[in-house]
């Protein structure tokens, strides 16, 4: 049988049967968009690896105990379960990158400065610590969709598709996460450029 030609769902059935060449076509196939998908949440390519390496672990726990779902796509599906070993890792570790916005706005106050005084620091450093709690505070979904768009730099479209839902959502979650933190900046007086993502 040319396997090659088999689609994702019939690759998944020869698998469960017993094949386990198709399980490495299914590998082979998907490996680098998993791959990518966490890597742009956990910025760490050896990470990346061991976190690649869980994904395909866990799907073969969950196909070999009958637990999958032939409803979704399996390339959605692995991912899905990439991004979520990946955003479990990213709250262990509790890692703090820096925000940088695109047009190099300050809202998170997170430009770096060739020069800056210990004042200067002490100030991005209390920044950042407000900001993160303040982040922490946010409802789960909400705060998810901020710290891929920020921290990870991963568009709407990447989002949409990494936590299953649709663009429409992850824009309306997004949304929600700013106005939610503009409203605890204002009632705690922390500054911050009123301009960006104005309603």
């Given at each position: 049988?040319?396997?090659?030609?088999l689609?994702?769902?019939e690759?998944?059935?020869?698998?469960?049967?017993?094949?386990?060449?198709?399980?490495?076509?299914?590998?082979?196939?998907?490996?680098?968009?998993?791959?990518?998908?966490?890597?742009?949440?956990?910025?760490?390519?050896?990470?990346?690896?061991?976190?690649?390496?869980?994904?395909f672990?866990k799907?073969?726990?969950?196909m070999k105990s009958?637990r999958?779902?032939?409803?979704?796509?399996?390339?959605s599906?692995?991912c899905r379960?990439?991004?979520?070993?990946?955003?479990?890792y990213?709250r262990?570790?509790?890692?703090?990158?820096?925000?940088?916005?695109?047009?190099?706005?300050?809202?998170?106050?997170?430009?770096?400065?060739?020069?800056?005084?210990?004042?200067?620091?002490?100030?991005?450093?209390?920044?950042?610590?407000?900001?993160?709690?303040?982040?922490?505070?946010?409802?789960?979904?909400q705060?998810?969709?901020?710290?891929?768009?920020?921290?990870?730099?991963?568009s709407?479209?990447?989002?949409?598709?990494?936590?299953?839902?649709?663009?429409?959502t992850?824009?309306?979650?997004?949304?929600?996460?700013?106005?939610?933190?503009?409203k605890?900046?204002?009632?705690?007086?922390?500054d911050?450029d009123?301009?960006?993502?104005?309603?």
């Open positions: 049988m040319n396997t090659i030609q689609s994702d769902s690759l998944v059935s020869l698998y469960i049967a017993g094949n386990e060449n198709a399980f490495e076509l299914l590998v082979k196939r998907h490996k680098n968009k998993v791959f990518t998908t966490i890597l742009l949440i956990v910025k760490d390519t050896y990470t990346a690896e061991d976190l690649l390496q869980d994904t672990i799907a073969i726990h969950t009958g999958y779902n032939e409803e979704g796509k399996f390339s599906w692995i379960i990439a991004h979520n070993l990946a955003i479990d990213f262990k570790e509790k890692r703090n990158p820096t925000i940088e916005m695109e047009d190099g706005s300050n809202v998170f106050n997170t430009l770096a400065f060739a020069e800056e005084s210990i004042e200067a620091l002490q100030i991005k450093e209390d920044t950042h610590k407000r900001l993160r709690e303040l982040i922490q505070q946010l409802p789960e979904a705060k998810e969709v901020l710290i891929m768009r920020h921290y990870a730099d991963m709407f479209q990447e989002i949409a598709e990494t936590t299953g839902v649709s663009i429409n992850a824009l309306g979650r997004m949304r929600y996460a700013l106005i939610n933190l503009r605890k900046m204002t009632n705690q007086n922390i911050y009123k301009n960006l993502y104005t309603q």
